[in-house]
């Protein structure tokens, strides 16, 4: 399987090419025109004038500011109904739709938005290799990256799909670092910590207290050091760590009442304490939410 394949929804067209992210622009809408981007809407400003301020009286956008956009968006954790109306004009508005899936899996972030998707949006879906070697899911990204600057430069907007928050641990940002010069329009989204907490009404943080997102890939040793000073954490990426996450937390006298969030939001959602859990590794679409040592003595 090479590093990227692209497949397109049924119905689509039949031409695929894998190792690149090649745009086929059959299925798109008639090209928007430069001048129906706001200037009050900041994507159309690019990235560092939507940040500064824009004096009364300042110079027309330059024709290079007047093309389209890179747009982030935020699904959210699961649930069809977390998505946002912003993310759902957006996505449904754009010149190309972009979803990202581990090779031979569906697209979680597509299978989110979809009940908000019109038929024949022109779409198409990445399939990228996560195995151990990051240079061959480096070099999707490149050539992925590559072929968005050219659409956006022919004034497209292009939606990139991502579940979660687009910018917590989401893999847009691989995208977003690649194009740092390209206008861009970022729709937050509601992330599995936030998700999976609400679901369990379980606080995560009050006063002067602090949360961490800690990833469990980070090794067991670094996430004891980190779970020592905060507060409260939801850990993700438990899959294969879940062991040593019990452990830790089991040692702390944490683990009773430590949640484990499985696919939070979801048809498939389970949500039990952790000590409870029997299996030995976690689901990939799963959490933990702990308190920390830092409130285990507070
Ligand atoms: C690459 S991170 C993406 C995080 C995402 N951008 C967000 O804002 O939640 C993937 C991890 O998020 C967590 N995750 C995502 N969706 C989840 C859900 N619905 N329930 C539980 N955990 C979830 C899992 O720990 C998973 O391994």
Redesign the pocket.
Known sequence: MGAAALRWPAGGPGRQRRGTARLDRRRRPPRRPAHALSPRDPGALGRKDHLAPQPAGAPARSPQTLSGRLLGIGTG??DPELVTLKAVRLTRTAGLVVSLAASGRPSRARRIMAPHLPTGVPEITVELDMGPDRTAVDRAYDQLALDIRAEVARGHDVAVL?????L???TFIYLLQRLPDLPVEIVP?I???H??AARAAWPLATGDRAFAVLPATMGIDRLRERLARVDAAAI????SHLPAVRALLGEWGLAGEALL??????EAEAITPLGAYAGETAP????VLTRGLGGARG
């Not at 969030?261 to 979801?266: E, F, H, I, R």
């Open positions: 954790p699961g991502c579940e979660g928050d687009p917590l641990f989401g989204g992330s599995s910590p998700a999976a993700i990426k438990v899959g969030a499985v696919q939070a939001t979801t990939y679409f799963s959490l």
